[in-house]
Nanobody, 115 residues
Framework: QVQLVESGGGLVQAGGSLSLSCATS????????MGWYRQAPGKQRELVAS???????YYADSVKGRLTISRDNAKNLFSLRMNSLKPEDTAVYYC?????????WGQGTQVTVSS
């Protein structure tokens, strides 16, 4: 199993920046993939960024160039840096980790971008 604890999030004005972090209970070298999802009110949860154990990254088209996923091997955590935030980025953000065929989720953190 992998336990995930998120931190960060909050309220920011459009154009501002926020960072989210996700601490893992296991060394991230043993985790196949890590990602950040978000869910806005009335919408389905969507993947916004991911990174594999080999370092390959993926970004949703809507966030390319604005969000950056990274990992800190020494601290066993991965992060999401969000720049140039837009009101449409408002959502609950969840970190997730894939271990074999199982997915594990953080508790979620609210990000609100005001116009």
């Amino acid at each position: 199993q992998v336990q995930l604890v998120e931190s960060g999030g909050g309220l920011v004005q459009a154009g501002g920046s926020l960072s989210l972090s996700c601490a893992t209970s296991r060394t991230i070298f043993s985790i196949n993939a890590m990602g950040w999802y978000r869910q806005a009110p009335g919408k389905q949860r969507e993947l916004v960024a991911s990174i594999t154990s080999g370092g390959t990254t993926y970004y949703a088209d809507s966030v390319k160039g604005r969000l950056t996923i990274s990992r800190d091997n020494a601290k066993n955590l991965f992060s999401l840096r969000m720049n140039s935030l837009k009101p449409e980025d408002t959502a609950v953000y969840y970190c997730a980790a894939q271990d074999g065929t199982s997915w594990y989720w953080g508790q979620g953190t609210q990000v609100t971008v005001s116009s």
